[in-house]
């Protein structure tokens, strides 16, 4: 079994935040409840994508995407 990356464990840690203030706080409203939901779900899909594939090619283009914005 690989590693866990981070966005598996960002996403684990987001999802459980979210379910504990659902809890505590029953007045939460539902659109942040639902945000904090997507995001968590959201990365570890990510996580999940990336310990199977090779995500080098997305930095480098982020990277020059980048850095044209910024230089």
Do not use: Q
């Amino acid at each position: 079994m690989k590693k866990r990356n981070w966005c598996m464990t960002v996403g684990c840690l987001v999802l459980a935040t979210a379910l504990i203030l659902k809890h505590i706080l029953p007045g939460l409203p539902d659109a942040i409840y639902g945000l904090c939901f997507g995001m968590g779900i959201g990365l570890e899909l990510i996580g999940l994508y990336t310990l199977n594939h090779d995500l080098s090619a997305l930095k480098r283009y982020k990277m020059n995407i980048t850095r044209k914005i910024f230089h």
